[in-house]
């Protein structure tokens, strides 16, 4: 773990005095972490989900993975108090009057079941709104456990726990980042705070390795899918919303869980690259431009290549698209393709990309290398 140039924040910030709850949010500026264009393997759209915690008698641990930004309201309080939009634990103490404070090694925890599983980058804890009442440090760790253990077996004696990030004094009101180093594949983590307080969201940014097994007995599956392992590598224009949501599961409920670029003037086109689970051949396509009504691309483009510096094949022609609509589409003797390259003319968007195919016995053989390399 390392946190060498990203910027840190500690201490309280100042009470709420009205206006924007935001206005004075500590943020690491307008291009954010160096890590936060990754996926984040605990968006409960994978699947992720906060399993158990010690405490949480302020308000509730589910709220760590709610993907929107947490939500303020001054005047919302409850029979048990200020109610906040994230996980707040009550106030530790000490043994008797003459030690009020808790221990040094007194903490809270909550368990996490990340959606997709994978190599984390990088840790956001954010702390939006809690200014005075946050944890004065948190801890992060790391295990793989396959399959859906429970919160008993996870907090076994003999299950490995993998240091993140070590304790580290964090800010409140503020979003904490934190840098992730460790090449190893993981499945669950525990968030600690030191030695109570409030956390707003947890953000787990990293690139998603799927288990070998479960593709193979799928046979033929979404190539591009993050859940598979698939992965958003560049594009021409991020500027309404991520290409990501392109791979994202299910379908897009609202226009902005697609992908949208700002209006072009004059010549030339957008376009998304993406990587594939692995060496593969796609038999067929679905582009949907789901809730992209007055904004939908006009037209469309598939191209394949194999390998990081392979040329460019044609997949699917240019084509006409429609606005809110899922396009299907066969292919018949793709060539087998690691990269697939979408392009939208002139502009517009796409809600969804899928593209339905198997590995070659090359991009098995790879994935399941790598699965067992960061597995350990």
């Known amino acids: 773990m390392t946190t060498a140039g990203l910027p840190h924040h500690t201490g309280d910030a100042g009470p709420y005095t009205g206006g924007d709850p935001y206005a004075d949010y500590r943020t690491p500026g307008p291009d954010g972490f160096p890590f936060t264009h990754l996926p984040d393997l605990a968006d409960r759209r994978l699947g992720a989900g906060v399993l158990a915690a010690h405490d949480e008698f302020f308000a509730e641990r589910e709220n760590l993975l709610r993907p929107e930004p947490a939500h303020f309201d001054p005047e919302a309080f409850g029979h048990k108090g200020k109610i906040m939009d994230g996980w707040e634990t009550r106030r530790r103490r000490g043994t008797d009057g003459a030690h009020p404070f808790p221990a040094d090694e007194d903490h809270d925890w909550a368990l996490i079941r990340l959606g997709a599983p994978g190599v984390i980058h990088g840790i956001v804890v954010d702390t939006a709104h809690f200014r005075g009442n946050h944890p004065q440090s948190v801890s992060v760790e790391g295990t793989c456990r396959e399959g859906t253990p429970s ?14 990030v070590p304790r580290t004094a964090v800010g409140g009101h503020a979003a904490n980042g934190f840098a992730v180093d460790t090449a190893r594949r993981f499945t669950h983590l525990r968030l600690n705070q030191h030695p109570d307080g409030g956390i707003a969201r947890l953000r787990v940014h990293g690139e998603v390795v799927p288990e070998p097994g479960w593709l193979a007995a799928l046979g033929t599956f979404d190539v591009v899918a993050l859940e598979n ?6 594009a021409s224009d991020r500027f309404y919303s991520s290409p990501t949501h392109t791979i994202q599961p299910g379908r897009s409920r609202t226009m902005d869980d697609g992908w949208e670029t700002r209006r072009r003037r004059g010549t030339g086109n957008d376009w998304v690259r993406y990587r594939l689970t692995e060496q593969s051949v796609i038999r067929a396509v679905e582009i949907d431009t789901g809730c992209l009504k007055g904004n939908a691309a006009g037209w469309a483009a598939l191209s394949g290549r194999d390998g990081e510096h392979g040329a460019w094949t044609e997949l699917l022609p240019r084509t006409r698209l429609q606005p809110d609509t899922v396009h299907r589409f066969l292919l018949a003797g793709a060539p087998p393709a690691t990269h697939v390259r979408i392009d939208i003319f002139p502009d517009g968007g796409i809600a969804r990309l899928r593209l339905h195919g198997s590995l070659t016995e090359e991009g098995a053989r790879r994935l399941g290398a790598r699965h067992d390399e960061l597995s350990g």
């Open 151 to 164: 919160p008993a077996e996870l907090l076994a004696d003999d299950v490995p726990w993998t240091t993140l």
């Open 229 to 234: 392992g698939g992965q958003v590598e560049d």
